[in-house]
């Protein structure tokens, strides 16, 4: 076996560069996703007529298939769309001037939307019932005893499977690559077929995901410590 | 080429990608079985803290739990032949289904080395206790007591990671395998209908996932059936 060790290195100085554009494709579809969890998980808790089932079959049917799909199915789907509005009320949008990106993070947010809206869920019910009564006792709105009392305690719960799914998104970034971004995968791909040495390149951009996985859950352990601070049980 | 979308081709296509079903399925299986032997080998040293051994069982599991699947299969892709080579082994002609049930076998043992050990780390201490004072040997108690009430615990944590799996068999077709996403991409060179064919698959991946979820929450509700439920006694 024959592994070109400084290649290796090369290559991680090269594959590095990509990486604004991997955080870029994972951090603002987990923004926009957590925004479409909000929504759907309340229609789903307060079950609001009609929209809770169309929330419920979107978590359920981006939950159960592969997210490389919803990237392909939206980078085709999209622009057919656009360009049907488009001439149906004359924005005279040219689909091909769209940047793929702009399809790669509409796919994604979806995606992310689905898995937050079960983590969200899962964070509001947890919280004690009796938090929501005493916030109507003190004479607070829904609104206010959601944004001030519930929300605040389900972040703090469910901050630990929110790390999961920036761990989880980052890795799903690279199905970008299908859709040829040169992220941190298409750029390893660029070096290694420039180069046609595949194996160091991979293993490089390999590298790269997990520190970038290692510095995620170190973040995390620290944060679920500074945020359940005032719940800690035991003694000191 | 006819209409930019055509809704008629979705069911056109579904029989010829369904055909490929049982390659998506032959993968899921064969990787599942060989990742849970190879995940318990993980997991024992790590529960038996084995010096040396279970540090790099957890350095294993961390690399495995901080890549991303598809770099991993291009990592199994390119060297297992190189790896293979130093033994004389010369797999570069082999069929890519084989990369790919390495590369998933050696994922999925990863995840499922830590679901095995968080179960049986959960069960009850008094039970290995009250083995060996009833006289079993250590592998006696493990296998036989802590094994099953472990697996028991596992179930729903295995069940998630399974249908995980089922979805990422999809990135199968980025090394030319040719399974319902293989398939598939073939069809769009032979027709230039590529939405219909990726709607056509999502419908199927859904179905199998309801199939499957389905099918493990009755298969948990019959392996939980030894549960006293002391509430409602």
Known sequence: ?236 | MGKAFDPALIFEFLPKLLAYLPVTLFILVAALFFGLWLALLIALPRLYKVPVLSQLAAIYVSFIRGTPVLIQLFLVFYGLPAFLQLFHLDVSRANPLFFVIATYSLSSAAFFSETIRAAVNSVDRGQIEAAYAAGLTGRQAFVRIVLPQAGMIAFPNFANSVIGFLKDTSLAFSIGVMDMMGRGQTLISATAHALEVYIGLAIIYYLVVIVLEKGFVRAERRLQRHERKWASA
């Open chain 1, 1 to 236: 076996m024959t592994i070109d060790i400084p290649f290796i290195i090369t290559c991680f100085f090269e594959i590095v560069t990509a990486l604004p554009l991997t955080l870029v494709i994972t951090v603002i579809p987990l923004i926009i996703g957590f925004g479409i969890g909000v929504v759907t998980a309340l229609m789903r808790i307060y079950k609001v007529r009609f929209l809770h089932r169309i929330a419920d079959f979107y978590v359920s049917f981006l939950r159960g298939t592969p997210v490389v799909l919803h990237v392909l199915i939206i980078y085709f789907a999209l622009p057919l769309l656009i360009a049907k509005l488009s001439d149906q009320f004359g924005w005279g949008i040219d689909t091909a001037s769209i940047p793929i990106l702009v399809f790669v993070l509409t796919a994604f947010s979806l995606t992310a939307g689905a898995y937050m809206s079960e983590i969200i869920r899962s964070g509001i019910l947890s919280v004690n019932q009796g938090q929501v009564e005493a916030a109507y006792a003190v004479g607070m709105s829904t609104r206010q005893a959601l944004w001030r009392i519930v929300l605040p305690q389900a972040i703090g719960g469910i901050l630990p499977n929110l790390c999961n799914l920036f761990i989880g998104f980052l890795h799903t970034s690279t199905f970008a690559f299908t859709v040829s971004q040169m992220e941190l995968l298409g750029k390893a791909n660029v070096v290694a077929s420039v180069n046609l040495k595949f194996l160091e390149a991979f293993i490089a951009a390999a590298l790269i995901y997990w520190g970038m996985t290692i510095i995620a859950e170190r973040i995390t352990a620290f944060l679920e410590k500074r945020v359940t601070a005032y719940n800690r049980g035991g003694i000191a």
